[in-house]
């Protein structure tokens, strides 16, 4: 990197960071400080150098926290009356929470720049740290020591686990370090494809193509490491130290027996990321020193680009908010408020990590699910009103053990509310971590208006007859007591369907006509080959109260639960959803099962099931005819 940015980030890094007034500052109470306003202006402008970029990154970011701010800090209030727990994932405050989004909001403008070639290595040196402390502080101080460790440096997996077993007296298997690494080269791989090469090294280990400017770099690494130290525990190397006469050591966190287990954690993330306690816990343990182990990649880019400096030319320093600025971005952030207050939409996107998964329909109540990958980090919940889309609501995915946590919340929408719950999944010897989210919106009840219409006819007005008041309410209760009698209807259906696998031989002609099974053909079965099959027909047998669904599964059973929802042919409305649905065996093979009752399906119609699995969606057609 030129000298120039070099001297830039020293400046940066040489910032205190927020005093502890501003450390505490709660985001569901008051705006944020000027103060901290300007820091975080200056590590977006920092990753993105460019003014404009760098306000608009800053303000998505304060409008995440906004959404999400009062949740995390009941994460901190259960962490203090359950410190004695294990070590979750590193829960937040809400100034940690503000440095962590602007660095998963510079992405988009990195991407941006990188796709029109205007950027340098020094930018891509940056990008590759920043992104490489994102992706591991969301998961707990294991995987920044992997990362840091054996990505950024090429320290070994033994030197791995004793710098982490001498922070956290935690004691894991070499099998768990070489997993971690392979998940985050995965990861890093995936973010800087066409940028990065892997290749094998010694022992058939997959390792990045280093550059050969490694000295060179070693201020730019100790700098960028420094800025993205968290906030929280920004000038806190000296209470991490302890003397012995002229000998100091480091103090590892575990060592303090007034700490709970997330000031532990913490305190593990700023020795592993801030270059002067990093350097004395190496230094501890007789390991060489890390600017002569760092393991920067040699990042494919145009000559121009690989040896001049960089195309993103700024001051050295970068130009503070202005008043004017400050108050652009709260007015901003006001009127994101007004519309989330008045949005009104009839579908909600759901995004992982920035990727649409899945729409939500709100005319409705409805329930699915969406697998998750190990190292998810945020859920976010978008809308659209006549002013385009619009950020309604985000979760925080959690991990405890290195592995997924369960974890919940709800977001109270004006249409009704929609639940998140993170269940994971029991993983099978050496198989990735992996999660279920289960999304239910329930909508506001119909109701809730005209009943409290009904308590405005106590004011003086034009008599309405008592009988059409007893009318209404027995119409709204009859509306009530009909959805419950639904509910419990496909319960008793799918007990007796159960029966009817158990003794059959034994059940009543009429009961055992109660359920009729069928057992459908995937599509893509059903057109392969010269000629395409016919669509299978479900026939409405007048004893029928419903039908089973045999769905063949196209390969072997995964651990983990299946999700089906029938919807009509065109996909435009789905009338039933069923989830945590597991494989069983019948006659024709390993099938997934699911009971439809018959009132839900008209003649002569088509119909598709989608079958969720972990990594694939299958789909069943079939027409329904009346022949009764």
């Known amino acids: ?96 929470m503000l440095q962590w989004l602007i660095m998963f909001e510079s992405e988009q403008e990195e991407r941006a720049q990188e796709h029109t070639g205007a950027v340098s290595r020094a930018s891509m040196i940056i990008r590759y740290i920043k992104h490489l402390v994102e992706i591991t502080t969301a998961l707990s101080s294991f995987y920044i020591n992997i990362g840091i460790t054996r990505l950024l440096h090429n320290y070994t997996t033994s030197e791995a686990q004793s710098a982490y077993e001498r922070l956290t007296s935690r004691y894991l298997g070499p099998d768990e370090y070489r997993r971690a690494k392979s998940a985050l080269m995965d990861k890093m791989t995936e973010r800087f494809r066409g940028f ?24 730019i690494v100790a700098d960028c490491l420094k800025i993205l130290t968290p906030w929280s525990t920004r000038g806190s190397c000296a209470q991490f130290m302890t003397s012995n006469g002229s000998d100091i050591k480091l103090k590892t966190p575990c060592e303090d027996a007034r700490a709970d287990q997330n000031e532990i954690e913490l305190r593990c993330c700023h020795i592993l990321l801030d270059p002067t306690c990093y350097s004395r816990l190496m230094e501890d343990l007789a390991f060489d020193q890390p600017d002569s182990k760092l393991a920067l990649p040699r990042f494919v880019m145009p000559e121009n680009q690989q040896k001049g400096g960089d195309n993103n030319a700024q001051p050295q320093h970068p130009p503070g908010l202005s008043q004017e600025d400050i108050d652009q971005i709260q007015r901003r952030l006001a009127i994101s408020d007004a519309r989330r207050r008045n949005i009104n939409p009839r579908t909600l996107a759901i995004l992982i990590d920035g990727v649409e998964q899945s729409q939500v329909e709100l005319t409705r109540r409805s329930q699915f699910q969406i697998a998750l990958e190990a190292g998810a980090s945020l859920i976010e919940v978008r809308g659209e009103d006549e002013r385009g889309e619009l950020l309604l609501a985000t979760h925080v995915i959690s991990y405890t053990n290195n592995a997924f946590d369960y974890s919940s919340a709800t977001a109270t929408l004006t249409s009704g509310k929609l639940r998140f719950e993170v269940t994971p999944i029991v993983a099978q010897g050496q198989e990735p971590s992996r999660a279920v989210l289960d999304l239910t919106f329930q909508p506001r009840a119909r109701w809730s208006r005209p009943w409290l219409a009904w308590l405005e006819f106590r004011r003086p007005r034009p008599t309405v007859p008592t009988y059409a008041l007893v009318g209404l309410a027995m119409a709204l209760l009859g509306a009530a007591v009909t959805g419950a009698i639904y509910s419990h209807k496909l319960t008793v259906l799918q007990q007796r369907l159960h029966e009817a696998q ?30 395409t099959a016919p669509v299978p027909e479900i026939s409405l047998r007048l004893h029928s109260t419903a039908i089973s669904l045999e769905l063949p599964l196209a390969e072997t059973p995964q651990a983990g639960n299946y999700a089906a929802e029938l919807k009509t042919f065109s996909g435009d409305q789905t009338l039933l959803t069923q989830n945590l649905l597991r494989p069983i065996r019948s006659d024709g093979g390993t099938v997934v099962q699911i009971i439809v009752p018959i009132d839900l399906l008209a003649a002569d119609t088509y119909y598709t099931v989608h079958l969720h699995s972990f990594d694939r969606i299958d789909h069943f057609t079939f027409k329904v005819v009346d022949n009764r």
């Open 1 to 96: 990197m030129g000298s120039g940015n070099s001297q830039k980030m020293s400046q940066a890094g040489r910032a205190n960071g927020p005093e502890l007034a501003i450390r505490n500052w709660d985001a569901t109470k008051t705006q944020a400080p000027a103060e901290l306003l300007q820091e975080a202006f200056e590590l977006a402008y920092f990753l993105v150098p460019d003014r404009t970029n760098a306000i608009a990154i800053l303000t998505r970011a304060l409008e995440k926290l906004r959404v999400r701010s009062r949740r995390e800090l009941k994460r901190l209030y259960w962490r203090d009356k359950h410190s004695e727990r294990p070590i979750r994932r590193i829960a937040r405050s809400d100034v940690d």
């Open 502 to 531: 158990r003794s059959q031989p034994q059940l009543l002609p009429t009961a055992a006509r109660a359920i009729i099974s069928y057992t459908l053909t995937r599509d893509d079965q059903r057109v392969r080959g010269s000629e």
């Open 196 to 219: 990065v090469k892997v290749i094998r090294v010694d022992h058939g280990e997959l390792r990045f193509e280093t550059s050969d400017q490694q000295e060179e770099s070693a201020a």
